[in-house]
């Protein structure tokens, strides 16, 4: 199973390798806004923030399409680029951990099958809906979406920013460049659609027709080569590339996912060592009588958020909490699926905020703005998001 997920991770490098280089999604977009679905400035927030839902297969990639399709659109409408760092950093990292067919969720899916948790898909897919940051992160970034508010430094930006006129799209308008746009649109929404199905027909299968019985990692590594497939077939029959091409695009999707496998497969040795170790009985002895239960989710979830800030990974922030927070939840008799939702939460928090963070640095690259400016932006939002998720967790510690 750990292979598979290796192989899964790499597949969808490959996928996004695929679709972005040899032009299919691009095609998607200028098709989106050819139809003038995007003549206003709340339109254009709304794309962004529905890219970055839609386009949920891995935080980096995501970040990247959605950056650099909507980053014309905001010069010309005069939307500050900094607006759209923040739409594409909250939501794309965000919804990737709430809809889990993606490296994230078979990353995570393995790190807690490791743990002896059973039905570990079933207690993952209950985990989601205690995952507060992320919930809070994307309702958050949709409501400045669509009411454009303004808090921090976000205000002097947005009054600053002017309308470019010199940022118009200039594609044709005959019926050549109307059909192009057609059959880049179709390779996109076949593969992404067919990626959404596979993953619960598959489980079905491999459940013997009970979807939480399922083999989670086997399911997604099957739907993502599914998907790659049909993207690679229509690539090749819609667009001007050959095989070489298209070897060249896969190549480099795995290759830029690659420290992302590297971080996955380090990251299972280390929590095969923490459960070795008996640390989530170490610890649970540690906080007997000095904790208090209620206080246990929204320590975890900081101390999560602590450790993302500083190491800037929230690949690396799971790989170290969660053999922490579930050992510990299984100790002490509670329910695993708010652990690790805590742990999760508190690491994409960390992510978030963190100026070392590989998904920050490339919001402010693929959104063209300086680094910092993208962070003091940003950073308001996400304290703010924080915050909810530390008293959501707090409440919910004393609920369960």
């Known amino acids: 199973s750990n292979m598979l997920v290796w192989f899964f991770t790499l597949g969808i490098g490959a996928l996004f390798g695929v679709l972005e280089n040899g032009g299919t999604f691009k095609q998607f977009v200028l098709k989106l806004e050819r139809k003038q679905w995007i ?11 529905v890219l970055g839902v839609i386009v949920f297969i891995e935080s980096n990639v995501t970040i990247m ?44 899916l393995t790190l807690i099958s490791n743990q002896g948790v ?59 460049e109307e059909a192009s746009f057609g059959k880049g649109t179709a390779v996109v929404m076949t593969s992404l659609i067919s990626l959404v199905v596979m993953v619960p027909v598959m489980l079905l299968i491999t459940g013997n027709g009970v979807l939480v019985d399922g083999n989670g990692t086997l399911s997604v590594f099957i739907a993502i080569y599914v998907a790659l497939g049909l993207a690679v077939a229509g690539t090749l029959m819609t667009q001007p590339v050959n095989l070489m091409d298209v070897g060249r695009y896969l190549l480099k999707g795995a290759w830029n996912i690659l420290p992302l496998a590297v971080i996955l497969w380090l990251s299972i040795a280390l929590g095969g060592l923490t459960r070795d170790l008996g640390t989530g009985e170490f610890l649970a002895a540690a906080l007997d009588g000095s904790v208090q239960l209620w206080m246990l989710l929204p320590l975890i979830f900081v101390l999560s958020a602590i450790t993302g800030f500083s190491i800037g990974s929230s690949w690396g922030t799971f790989a170290i909490m969660l053999p922490l927070a579930i050992p510990l939840a299984m100790t002490l008799g509670l329910p695993a699926a708010p652990f690790i939702a805590a742990a999760i939460s508190g690491g994409i928090f960390g992510d978030h905020a963190s100026p070392i963070s590989d998904t920050t640095i490339i919001a402010s690259m693929a959104s063209g703005v300086e680094h910092i400016d993208h962070v003091r932006t940003q950073l308001p939002y996400a304290l703010l998001a924080g915050l909810g998720a530390t008293v959501a967790y707090a409440i919910t510690g004393m609920l369960i």
Do not use: H
Not at 40 to 48: D, I, W
């Open 39 to 49: 003549e206003s400035k709340r339109r254009a927030r709304l794309m962004t923030w």
């Open 65 to 108: 399409i959605s950056g650099t399709t909507s980053r014309p659109i905001y010069d010309r409408l005069g939307i500050a680029r900094e607006k759209l760092a923040y739409i594409v950093d909250s939501t794309c990292a965000a919804i990737c951990i709430l809809i889990p067919l993606n490296a994230w969720g078979a990353f995570n």
């Open 118 to 176: 059973e039905q570990p898909l079933l207690v993952f897919i209950q985990s989601i809906a205690f995952n507060f940051y992320a919930i809070f992160a994307v309702l958050l970034a949709l409501f400045v979406a669509l009411f454009d508010w303004n808090i921090g430094p976000m205000k002097a930006f947005e009054k600053n920013a002017v309308p470019d006129q010199v940022s118009q799209n200039t594609w044709g308008d005959g019926p050549d």
